[in-house]
């Protein structure tokens, strides 16, 4: 079996995450990585022992008839153009989130995958985490019954120690609250407790001398389509260590993170302990992009999909750009949005 031959791009610290995971299957390679840093991106590659060249031109990577494959971790203002080009060129794609700052390159990017059939893995990639893996294994057992009260927090201080904190606090590049990082939040509500159908929503500052262009801090509550309710917080701006809270309350149990109520233990008397990895750490060499990478390796080679294809993600980020409606608005939003 021939390898899938990769291009990163991207040099930066989640694009490492990828190159190592890629780099770690025999039946894998990264072929190319695009950078505007030839010299860094060349560094970065020495570090990590992968042989692969690098060049500055996203359209020579894409045009490049031994690439199958293109993963996306360039600012989020370029991977509309991006992904409709690969689909075009018909190389499977991983996209970074937020997958468009806007509905219009959303949908820009939906006519092109659904014009040019290839494999897509959206990287919400808690979803391939092992606590979550084993949420959505007792949702589907029916160890909780219906969800009908999802509550999830994003609480993460990106500050000036990030490298990314100097284009992601911006309106261009980090776009809102919801869209920089809270999105993950509002996606493991999705992925537990099934589709939104309106979101009221509101923000606010942290400090008066913040450099955040956008209110860092918001949050939502929802209805959902099975007719129960949500919420979801995202802050940037906080004196908190990382918390990603994962809170689920169903008609026959329920989850608080990795402790677990269930009808199906009768004699339980209180919650019990399931030992797992928890998404507890902000940290990118912390989450499984491994497996995401293992899931989008065995999808493209079997014809199938992965565990988050964008069309899934599709309605997370509809999701977002709805909250950030409702901020702006002081009203409720309905989804799906109009096209």
């Given at each position: ?92 794609v991983v996209i970074e989130k937020p997958l468009a ?127 129960g309710i949500g919420k979801v917080s995202s802050s ?104």
């Open positions: 079996m021939s390898k899938l031959k990769f291009a990163v791009v991207g040099s930066g610290w989640v694009a490492g995450e990828y190159l190592q995971a890629i780099h770690a299957r025999e039946d894998a390679e990264v072929r190319t990585v695009v950078s505007a840093n030839k010299a860094f991106a060349s560094g970065r590659l020495a570090e990590l022992g992968i042989a692969a060249q690098v060049t500055e031109r996203f359209e020579e990577a894409v045009k490049d008839d031994g690439i199958d494959a293109v993963v996306l971790c360039s600012t989020p203002n370029r991977r509309e153009e991006e992904v409709a080009l690969a689909a075009q060129c018909g190389k499977h700052m806007n509905r219009q390159g959303l949908w820009k990017m939906a006519e092109a995958l659904t014009k040019h059939s290839v494999v897509t893995a959206a990287s919400f990639v808690l979803r391939w985490n092992p606590s979550f893996v084993n949420t959505k294994s007792l949702i589907e057992e029916d160890a909780l019954g219906r969800i009908f009260m999802a509550q999830v927090d994003y609480w993460h201080y990106v500050g000036p120690q990030y490298g990314q904190y100097r284009w992601s606090r911006t309106s261009q590049l980090g776009g809102s609250s919801m869209l920089s990082a809270g999105c993950h939040a509002v996606d493991a509500v999705r992925y537990f407790a099934g589709d939104i159908a309106e979101v009221s929503a509101y923000s606010c500052r942290t400090w008066a001398d913040s450099d955040y262009e956008f209110d860092p801090n918001a949050i939502a509550i929802l209805k959902l389509r099975n007719g940037l701006e906080c004196k908190t260590p990382y918390k990603f809270n994962v809170h689920l309350l169903g008609e026959k149990g329920a989850i608080m993170n990795n402790q677990l109520y269930t009808h199906k233990l009768p004699g339980q008397t209180d919650y019990a302990t399931i030992p797992t990895i928890l998404p507890d750490s902000g940290d990118v060499s912390h989450h499984p992009f491994v497996e995401e990478i293992n899931d989008f390796v065995h999808a493209v080679r079997s014809g199938g999909t992965t565990r988050c294809d964008f069309f899934d993600a599709y309605h997370t980020m509809e999701a977002c750009f709805a909250i950030d409606e409702a901020i702006a608005s002081g009203k409720a939003v309905q989804l799906p949005l109009a096209r």
